[in-house]
C-alpha cells in the first residue's frame, strides 16, 4: 500500500516535472538564448490551457464550449491561439530593455489573467472548466509517456534550434547587440522570433497541463506558479543550457514538494499557514542560489574563442 | 457629473497612495538601476507593522505611522544589505529576480505571521461628511494631508540636503557622481531609508482606506511602476504626477469599463507611455 502510494505520487509528480520542464525550454529560448527578461509566462501558460479546455471539453451553458475535439486539435490549437497573441506582444514590447519588458511582460500576463477572471462567457470565470479529458483515456502513467514525448520533441526542437546558425544569432544578440546589428542581422525580427517561440512553447505546456489537472481556472495563473517557478528552475539549472534547464524543473519540484513535508514536520502554530511557509522557503532557497551561484547547477557551455584550445 | 467628481476624489487619494509608492520605486530605480519587485510588499509589510503597533499599544493610526516608517526603512536596509548588495555587481536582471524572490519571501512572512484574512485598523463605521450630493470620510482627508506633507518632506530632502543632492546626481549621472567623490555606499543606504519609509506610509493610508490584506501591496505593483514609468524614471516629482494622472485614470475608468478591469488601465496607459514616449512626461534619466 505504502509503495503502491508512493509510485502514484512518483507518476503525479514527473508529470508535473515534464509539464514544467517544457516552460522552461521555452523561457531558455527567450532569456537563456536571446536575454529576452519575460516574466509573463503565466499568460501564455494560461492562452494554451484554456484553449485546449475550450477546445476538448463537452456543451455546457457556462462557458463558450461543446467542440469536443480530440486532444491533439487542443494542443494545436493552444500552440496557434497564442501565436497571434505573442506576435502581437513581441511587436509592442520589441523596443524595450530588460527592466521595462519585465514589468510590461507582466503586466499582459495579469491582463490575460484578469480576461479569463471577468469574461465568464467564454472561461466560466472563477468556476473555471472542469472535465478535460486526458487523451485516450490513458492514467497518469499512460500520460506520462505523451509528456515524456512532448518534452523529448521540445527539447530536440529548442536543442537544434540552438545549435543552428539562427540560434548563434540569438545568442549573439544576447551578448553583444551592437555588434550583431553592425554584422547585418536583424534584430528586431530576430528577437520577435525568439520570443514567439518561446512563448508558444509555454502554451504547449499549459495545453499538457490543462490535460493533466482535468481542470483550469484563474487561480493557477497568478505569478507565482505560473512565472516565479519557472524562473526558479531555468535560473538554478543553468540559464542558456537546455539540459540544465529540464534538469532544474526536476530539482526544483524536488525541493517544492519536499517543502511540503518540511512544513508538515513543523507545528502548524509556530509558522501559520502551511502554503506561505512553502513560498517563504522557496522564496529563501532561490535568494540563496543567486547570490551563491548565479550561473546555476548546468552553467551555459561557451564555444571557445578564437585561437584558444579546447579542454 | 457628480458621479464624476466623486470619482475624481477617490482617484487624488488612490493617486496620493500610489504617489507615495512611486517616489520611493524611482528612486530605487535611479540610483541601483533595478526595478524593485518587491516595492508593493514592502508597503503590505508598513501598514501590518502599524497594525501590530495599533493593537498592542491601542494607539491611534496616525501615530503608528512613523514606528512603521522606522521598521520598514530599517527592513528594506536589511534586505538590501543582505541580499541585493552582494549580487549588484552580477547583472541586473539576476538583482531583479532576487527582488521578486523577496517579494514572496515578505508576502509569505505576513501569511505566517498576521494570517491571510482581511483585517482592519479601526472596527466600526466611520460616519462620512456630506458635502451636497459627495461623501468624504474623514480618513481621506487625513491621508491626503499626510500624504501631502511626506512629499514636501521628500522635497526639501532632495533639494535642501547635501545626501537628497548626492541621490539626484547619482540617478542623473553615476559614473559623473562617482567620479566627483560621492559616497556610493551611503546614498544607496539612504535611498533604501527613503523608499522603505514611504512605501510604509503608502502601505499604511491604503489600509486606512480599505483594508489589510497579503496580497495589498502586489496588486498596487504594477500601477505604480505605470506611475514611475510614466513619470521618468529616475524623476520623483515625475513619480508624483504619475502616480496622480493614474489614479484618476483608474478611478475614472470606471464610468465606461467594468470596475474589474481597473488594473489594465494603468497597464495600458503604461504600455502607450512606453511606445510613443518612453522617457516620461518629465524626461527620464535610465
Redesign the interface.
Given at each position: 500500500m505504502e509503495l503502491a502510494g508512493l509510485g502514484a505520487y512518483a507518476l503525479f509528480f514527473l508529470n508535473l516535472v515534464g509539464i514544467y520542464a517544457i516552460m522552461a525550454l521555452g523561457l531558455n529560448m527567450q532569456w537563456g538564448m536571446t536575454g529576452q527578461?519575460n516574466?509573463g509566462i503565466a499568460g501564455f501558460f494560461a492562452v494554451g490551457a484554456y484553449t485546449t479546455a475550450i477546445l476538448t471539453t463537452g456543451p455546457s451553458d457556462n462557458w463558450l464550449g461543446g467542440f469536443n475535439l480530440p486532444f491533439l486539435v487542443g494542443l494545436v490549437g493552444s500552440v496557434l491561439v497564442c501565436l497571434p497573441i505573442a506576435w502581437a506582444v513581441g511587436r509592442?514590447?520589441a523596443?524595450?530593455r530588460?527592466?521595462?519588458l519585465?514589468?510590461?511582460t507582466?503586466?499582459?500576463a495579469?491582463?490575460i489573467r484578469?480576461f479569463f477572471?471577468?469574461e465568464g462567457w467564454l472561461s466560466n470565470g472563477t468556476r473555471g472548466i472542469p472535465g478535460i479529458q486526458k487523451p485516450f483515456g490513458v492514467g497518469n502513467g499512460g500520460y506520462l509517456i505523451v509528456v515524456a514525448a512532448f518534452v523529448g520533441l521540445t527539447w530536440l526542437a529548442v536543442e537544434i534550434a540552438r545549435r543552428s546558425p539562427w540560434g548563434r544569432v540569438l545568442r549573439a544578440i544576447r551578448d553583444n547587440e551592437p555588434a550583431t546589428a553592425a554584422a547585418g542581422k536583424d534584430i528586431a525580427r530576430f528577437r520577435l522570433q525568439a520570443f514567439v517561440v518561446g512563448s508558444c512553447i509555454m502554451a504547449l505546456g499549459g495545453g499538457l497541463y490543462a490535460h493533466f489537472v482535468g481542470f483550469v481556472s484563474p487561480e493557477a495563473f497568478r505569478p507565482?506558479y505560473g512565472t516565479?517557478l519557472v524562473?526558479v528552475m531555468l535560473?538554478a539549472g543553468g540559464s542558456g543550457n537546455n539540459l540544465g534547464a529540464m534538469l532544474g524543473a526536476l530539482v526544483v519540484w524536488l525541493i517544492w514538494s519536499s517543502t511540503e513535508m518540511l512544513a508538515g514536520l513543523v507545528p502548524t502554530a509556530l509558522?501559520?499557514?502551511e502554503?506561505?511557509?512553502?513560498?517563504?522557503l522557496?522564496?529563501?532557497l532561490?535568494?540563496i542560489i543567486?547570490?551563491s551561484r548565479?550561473q546555476g547547477l548546468l552553467p551555459e557551455k561557451r564555444p571557445p574563442m578564437p585561437g584558444e584550445h579546447r579542454r | 457629473m457628480i458621479e464624476f467628481i466623486q470619482l475624481l476624489i477617490n482617484g487624488i487619494l488612490l493617486g496620493s497612495i500610489l504617489a507615495l509608492g512611486a517616489v520611493g520605486a524611482t528612486m530605487i530605480?535611479g540610483v541601483l538601476r533595478?526595478?524593485h519587485f518587491a516595492h508593493g510588499d514592502l508597503m503590505a509589510i508598513g501598514a501590518y507593522f502599524a497594525l501590530t503597533v495599533v493593537t498592542v499599544f491601542n494607539l491611534p493610526v496616525l501615530a503608528a505611522l512613523p514606528v512603521a516608517m522606522l521598521l520598514t526603512a530599517g527592513l528594506a536596509v536589511g534586505i538590501d544589505q543582505v541580499?541585493y548588495r552582494?549580487?549588484r555587481r552580477?547583472?541586473?536582471?539576476?538583482l531583479?529576480?532576487?527582488s521578486?524572490?523577496?517579494a514572496?519571501?515578505l508576502?509569505?512572512?505576513i501569511?505566517?505571521?498576521w494570517?491571510?484574512s482581511n483585517q482592519v485598523y479601526q472596527t466600526g463605521i466611520q460616519l462620512p461628511w456630506r458635502i451636497g450630493p459627495l461623501t468624504l470620510k474623514p480618513d481621506h482627508l487625513l491621508i491626503f494631508i499626510a500624504a501631502t506633507v511626506l512629499v514636501i518632506g521628500v522635497h526639501l530632502f532632495l533639494t535642501r540636503t547635501k545626501m537628497g543632492k548626492a541621490m539626484r546626481a547619482m540617478s542623473d549621472n553615476m559614473n559623473l557622481a562617482l567620479v566627483t567623490g560621492i559616497p556610493a555606499d551611503r546614498v544607496i543606504m539612504w535611498t533604501w531609508v527613503i523608499g522603505g519609509a514611504l512605501a510604509a506610509a503608502a502601505g499604511v493610508f491604503l489600509g486606512m482606506d480599505t483594508r489589510l490584506h497579503p496580497v495589498m501591496g502586489w496588486t498596487l505593483l504594477?500601477p505604480i511602476?505605470?506611475a514611475t514609468?510614466l513619470g521618468g524614471i529616475g524623476r520623483p516629482y515625475g513619480a508624483i504626477l504619475g502616480g496622480l494622472v493614474i489614479g484618476c485614470a483608474m478611478e475614472l475608468s470606471t464610468l465606461i469599463i467594468?470596475g474589474?478591469?481597473k488594473?489594465?488601465v494603468a497597464?495600458a496607459i503604461?504600455?502607450v507611455t512606453?511606445?510613443f514616449r518612453?522617457q516620461g512626461i518629465i524626461k527620464g534619466s535610465?
Open positions: 527578461f516574466i509592442i514590447t523596443r524595450l530588460t527592466d521595462y519585465a514589468i510590461a507582466i503586466g499582459i495579469e491582463i484578469l477572471l471577468n507565482l516565479f524562473w535560473i509558522i501559520g499557514s502554503s506561505a511557509f512553502r513560498v517563504f522557496i522564496g529563501i532561490l535568494q543567486l547570490v548565479p | 530605480f533595478f526595478a541580499v552582494r549580487i552580477v547583472q541586473p536582471v539576476i531583479l529576480i532576487a521578486f524572490a523577496t514572496l519571501v508576502r509569505s512572512f501569511q505566517m505571521v494570517g491571510s504594477l511602476f505605470a514609468i467594468p474589474s478591469y488594473p489594465a497597464f503604461m504600455v512606453l511606445i518612453p535610465v
